[in-house]
């Protein structure tokens, strides 16, 4: 009887211990909502870079929220031509009113593309080619987290289509639209993830294959080797592309839309409000990315991470980042054999 009252005493605690931890939790996020209303704005990095997309047209993919929505309402309020790429029509549409609205430039639009939809992808630039003679700057923003496992249309795994496949095929679909501007920039957004990953992942990555995802670490690396390809393609951008600007981006660790497929149970709630108190905000995030549309050209072929800093990029073996761009290219449907 001892024992189990003994027992029963230590689970009411533990209940008691973390409802604590959820409700200073939830106290913090509180607080911290009420002070941002009262105008007390948080301290963080900012881009003060010159004005120099005013007039340009830009694309940003995944634009109708997160950090692509914050890199919209800055662009459109240099008075950039913005094209916002997403994959929710209602939501898109949605996005460019409202920032039309806000910033009352006129010049915000919404064009259809799901970069997990190669047929999509086409579609899109097709559709852009037919209102634009250039293009300044492509900001490759859209990305996905800790997806359900699954295969696309094109029989592709989700996450590498998005993050990698369909940003590789519609970036060289563009190029020709690029260089036709004055002074293009393509804009990658990573993620320090490819670090936890190797080049050797990624070769050994089968994307026409369903993964098995057992947990948190699983989507951490699976997410890793579609970013770490990112800057494979970068490399090859920087040798081929001439004339045109290459930019990585990390914008650092920004609570979006990204992680709706994560911590979801009750026992991950208390690491859910955490990530949500102290990950930086989407306006706070974007900025590594606007950094990289306003900086002078020294920036090129550059690695921006979320402290504003131009890192150099790391070096990559240039017959492996030929292989690897040549398989992409058949597997996208670019190239064939």
């Not at 309020?77 to 549409?93: D, F, I, M």
């Amino acid at each position: 009887m001892e024992r189990n009252t003994h027992k029963m005493l230590t689970v009411v605690l533990t209940y008691l211990r973390s409802s604590l931890s959820y409700l200073a939790a939830a106290g913090y996020i509180f607080l911290k909502k009420c002070l941002l209303l009262k105008g007390v704005e948080e301290v963080g990095v900012r881009c003060c870079c010159k004005n120099r997309v005013q007039g340009k047209v830009v694309i940003i993919t995944g634009a109708n929220s997160g950090i692509g929505y914050s890199t919209a309402l800055d662009l459109a309020n240099k008075g950039a031509k913005v094209y916002l790429a997403c994959r929710r029509s209602q939501e898109g549409e949605e996005a460019a009113q409202k920032l039309r609205t806000i910033t009352g430039n006129s010049q915000v639009y919404y064009l259809h593309l799901d970069l997990a939809q190669l047929s999509s992808v086409r579609s899109f630039v097709a559709a852009l080619t037919k209102r634009e003679r250039k293009v300044d700057a492509l900001v490759n923003n859209a990305a996905i987290f800790h997806h359900p496992p699954g295969l696309t249309v094109d029989n592709l795994e989700v996450t590498y289509h998005t993050n990698f496949l369909g940003v590789y095929l519609l970036t060289s679909l563009l190029l020709d639209l690029l260089q036709c501007a004055q002074s293009p920039r393509i804009v990658l957004i990573s993620s320090e993830a490819h670090k936890l990953v190797s080049v050797a992942d990624l070769l050994d990555f089968n994307p026409q294959e369903l993964r098995v995802l057992d947990d948190f670490s699983d989507h951490v690396k699976n997410y890793g080797i579609s970013k770490l390809g990112l800057h494979l393609f970068a490399k090859h951008l920087i040798q081929t592309s001439k004339g045109v600007e290459v930019v990585i981006v990390d914008p650092g660790n920004v609570w979006t839309d990204i992680y709706r497929h994560s911590w979801q149970s009750w026992s991950q709630f208390p690491t859910r409000l955490y990530c949500y108190s102290f990950m930086k905000d989407t306006l706070e995030g974007a900025q590594s990315t606007i950094h990289a549309l306003n900086a002078p050209s020294h920036i090129h072929g550059k690695y921006i991470n979320s402290l504003l800093d131009a890192e150099e990029e790391k070096t990559y073996d240039s017959v492996v980042v030929k292989q690897f761009i040549t398989a992409s290219s058949v597997l996208s449907g670019l190239h064939s054999l």
